[in-house]
T-cell receptor, first 115, second 109 residues
Framework: DTEVTQTPKHLVMGMTNKKSLKCEQH?????MYWYKQKAKKPPELMFV???????INESVPSRFSPECPNSSLLNLHLHALQPEDSALYLC??????????????FGAGTRLSVL | QKEVEQDPGPLSVPEGAIVSLNCTYS??????FMWYRQYSRKGPELLMY????GNKEDGRFTAQVDKSSKYISLFIRDSQPSDSATYLC?????????FGAGTRLTVKP
């Protein structure tokens, strides 16, 4: 099973709203990622958690706040977003051990629209 | 020069054709090479990955890595309309993964 589950699939929010995206995996992976993808572009890395600790923050604005409550869950808290933040938000996970440590498995994404 | 170069296409082929998708890269530290397939408005799906140089085959798909030329390829035999998607190459050293721009492929019945 190489499944990464993201909820919700779609989200529409106003610029003053607070919402959260959720990601879950049960593959025993200890590295989890958030990406942002705009139309016809490759995914852009936002955050990396390794063993539940934030290891990479790619200079993402503070209106995006990641959280890793345990090894299976990853959240992305959203607050005061801008219309240009509308995008497909992807979660991925990988096993940081062994030869497959850099192979990332992606969820289906949350399509976010900010009005 | 981008770290990973991939022709964005679009590429249109008739059903049954052999498709060749390619990426070049500049970072000789890359050791892991992946191909992802992404259908419209969906997340990337891992198709194949290889470690270091060589070939790997899985059904109609063959991935090739030539580290001496810094060139990777994905071949799709007997292409089907269901193969219509964007194909992203990705590569990684021990730390970072880099994506190509993605090639949009359409297989026409």
């Amino acid at each position: 099973d190489t499944e990464v589950t993201q909820t919700p699939k779609h989200l529409v929010m106003g610029m003053t709203n607070k919402k959260s995206l959720k990601c879950e995996q049960h593959m025993g992976h200890r590295a989890m990622y958030w990406y942002k993808q705009k139309a016809k572009k490759p995914p852009e890395l936002m955050f990396v958690y390794s063993y539940e600790k934030l290891s990479i923050n790619e200079s993402v604005p503070s209106r995006f706040s990641p959280e890793c409550p345990n090894s299976s869950l990853l959240n992305l808290h959203l607050h005061a977003l801008q219309p240009e933040d509308s995008a497909l938000y992807l979660c991925a996970s990988s096993d940081p051990r062994g030869l497959a440590k850099n192979i990332q498995y992606f969820g289906a994404g949350t399509r976010l629209s900010v009005l | 020069q981008k770290e990973v170069e991939q022709d964005p296409g679009p590429l249109s082929v008739p059903e049954g054709a052999i498709v060749s998708l390619n990426c070049t890269y500049s970072n000789s530290a890359f050791q892991y090479f992946m191909w992802y397939r992404q259908y419209s408005r969906k997340g990337p799906e891992l198709l194949m990955y290889t470690y270091s140089s060589g070939n790997k085959e899985d059904g109609r798909f063959t991935a090739q890595v030539d580290k001496s030329s810094k060139y990777i390829s994905l071949f799709i035999r007997d292409s089907q309309p269901s193969d219509s998607a964007t194909y992203l190459c990705a590569m990684s050293d021990n730390n970072d993964m880099r994506f190509g721009a993605g090639t949009r492929l359409t297989v026409k019945p």
